[in-house]
């Protein structure tokens, strides 16, 4: 695959043989911000190569670190929402996940004036969801409510798969 980011790959090769996320050379640290940013592109490259189960590590993982809590996750980066928005239907998974981060998340000045379309589909999504959200406090846990972040909302399941537990 020539147009991949051969360190996305090389990630993506250490989780098809070992199951576990296992950040490359040049980003070491789990919590570190550019581990963090790489993981929207990781998804991305499990959804080229119509991996669910690795989608839904990836998905975890977001979720998982580097804080327990919504509201202490770093924001998805404006380029990797833009390639999402921009080549994926509205429902993916991991635009659900997006929205959510930044609906528990965003500040005023993170809202950066742009005129990319994908850009302002999402804000509008972001500000729909932070005014239902609005007075909650977020937690994550497995039970499926809208001041939860459930895991199982943001992963993909084949029709015939029991849903996660």
């Known amino acids: 695959m020539p147009e991949e980011d051969p360190l996305v790959f090389a990630i993506y090769l250490r989780w098809a043989t070992r199951k576990a996320l ?3 050379a040049d ?3 789990p919590s570190d911000q550019k581990f963090n940013d790489r993981l929207f ?9 119509e991996d669910k189960a690795f989608k839904n590590a990836v998905a975890d993982a977001i ?3 580097p804080e327990s809590v919504p509201v202490k996750k770093p924001l998805p980066p404006h380029n990797s929402v833009c390639r ?13 996940l997006m929205v959510t981060l930044w609906a528990w998340n965003a500040k005023p ?10 850009l302002l589909d999402f804000y509008a999504e972001v500000l729909k969801l932070k005014a239902r959200l609005r007075d909650r406090v977020p937690h994550i846990s497995g039970t499926d409510s809208t001041d939860t972040l459930n895991y199982c909302n943001y992963h993909e399941h084949d029709d015939s798969a029991p849903v996660c537990e």
């Open 41 to 49: 592109d990781l998804y991305m490259l499990g959804d080229r190569l």
């Open 84 to 96: 999402v928005f921009e080549h994926t239907p509205t429902g993916f998974c991991l635009r659900k």
């Open 27 to 29: 980003c070491p640290n």
């Open 63 to 65: 979720l998982d670190g």
């Open 22 to 24: 296992v950040p490359s």
């Open 109 to 118: 000045q993170d809202f950066k004036v742009d005129n990319v379309v994908a």
